[in-house]
Structure formats: C-alpha cells, structure tokens
C-alpha cells in the first residue's frame, strides 16, 4: 500500500482565496483524521471521520474550515476565505476499526499571504 | 486521558541505546501508552504502545514501571536517522479506534555522530 496520500504538498495562496487539501486514506481504513501543526500551537485534531460520517468536528477553528468525505477513499478539508493565521502543515492520517495505530500522511504545507 | 510529562531534549551518541522517559502518574487502569515520533517535515509514525506488559517490536522497547505511571521508549542501537521529536501518548481504548491523538510537545532527541 501506498500508505496516506495528501496533495498537494506545498499550497501558497493569498488571503481571502479557497484552499482545498485532499487526502487519500489507506484502503480499508475506517477512520479518518485531519491534523493542523504550527510551531504556536503544535499538533491539533481538526476533525474526524468514521465510515465517511464526521464524527467529531470541534477542533474546527471556525466556519471558514468544512471537511467531507464523500467516499472511503478521499477527503478534502477547504478553507475559504484563508487567513495567514491558517498557515501551517495540515496531516491526514487513517486507521482501522480496532487498532489505534494511525497511520499519518506526508501533509500540506500551506501558506497564506 | 491522562497528561504526560516529558523531557525537553535529549542526546545520545550514535549506537548507543536511546531511552526516553515519559511520566503518566495520573493514567487510568485501562489507557494505553503510545508513542509516536515525527522526522523533521514528515508525518508523525507509530513506534510502539502497551497497557502495562513490556512491549518490544522491531523499532523499539517500551517498559512501563509496575504502578504504569511512568514508561521508557529504548530505542536499542540509535542511528542518526533516530533523530526526530518522540511523543508519549496516554489515551483509553473504546474499542473502536476513535478519537484523535493528543500531542504534547515531546522530546526532541538528537544522536550525535
């Protein structure tokens, strides 16, 4: 298995513009996670999935962030509008049903001017 | 879950065994300890977890003490690759592999040539 996918690598946009990151999990996954790091704050869940329903959104920053997963084998979070304050590495990581290891993706650094 | 204390740094020199501590004194009888570790500009990647018996896989050791509130990542014969941040993880298991993982901000461990 290729193991979590994440594209693109690197986003530089500026502010005020859409940004969508997309991730692809590893194939049988169930669970599905993005993770925000920024030297400030380290790293933070942003959301979760279960069989491609949110399960747990609260680490959402705010209404500018939404995430889907119309299927089980992509996910995008988007941001709109973007802020600088979003710049940061977003990780996407997966995991079966039973095991708790998480299996984490390369991530996406964005960048917001 | 329970909150872990680690160290901030720590340096080791290349070859020898590696072992970083993590302290969990308020750990529940059924969270598990994980640790993670994260290369430089890379995902964080699973290493090892146990509940209260010594674990030992291909990457590491994990020793937790007999009262669980504190536990050691060896890390046998280091190699400059090794050098990365190290997270102790305390979290229950529900049996189904929800819930994000919290991250501290770990143990910075460097092996020096």
């Known amino acids: 298995d290729a193991g979590v996918i994440q594209s693109p690598r690197h986003e530089v946009t500026e502010m005020g513009q859409e940004v969508t990151l997309r991730c692809k999990p590893i194939s049988g996954h169930d669970y599905l996670f993005w993770y925000r790091q920024t030297m400030m704050r380290g790293l933070e869940l942003l959301i979760y999935?279960?069989?491609?329903?949110?399960?747990?959104d609260s680490g959402m920053p705010e209404d500018r962030f939404s995430a889907k997963m119309p299927n089980a084998s992509f996910s995008t979070l988007k941001i709109q509008p973007s802020e600088p304050r979003d710049s940061a590495v977003y990780f996407c990581?997966?995991?079966?049903?039973?095991?708790?290891?998480?299996?984490f993706g390369p991530g996406t650094r964005l960048t917001v001017t | 879950d329970a909150k872990t204390t680690q160290p901030t740094s720590m340096d080791c020199a290349e070859g020898r065994a590696a072992n970083l501590p993590c302290n969990h004194s308020?750990?529940?009888?059924?969270?598990?300890v994980y640790w993670y570790r994260q290369i430089h500009s890379q995902g964080p990647q699973y290493i090892i977890h146990?509940?209260?018996n010594n674990e030992t896989n291909e990457m590491a050791s994990l020793i937790i003490t007999e009262d669980r509130k504190s536990s050691t990542l060896i890390l046998p014969h280091a190699t400059l690759r090794d050098t990365a941040v190290y997270y102790c993880i305390v979290r229950g298991y529900s049996g189904g592999g929800a819930d994000g993982l919290t991250f501290g901000k770990g143990t910075h461990l460097i092996i020096q040539p």
């Open positions: 146990g509940l209260k």
């Open positions: 999935f279960n069989n491609n329903v949110p399960i747990d």
């Open positions: 308020t750990i529940s009888g059924n969270e598990y």
């Open positions: 990581a997966s995991t079966l049903r039973i095991t708790y290891e998480q299996y």
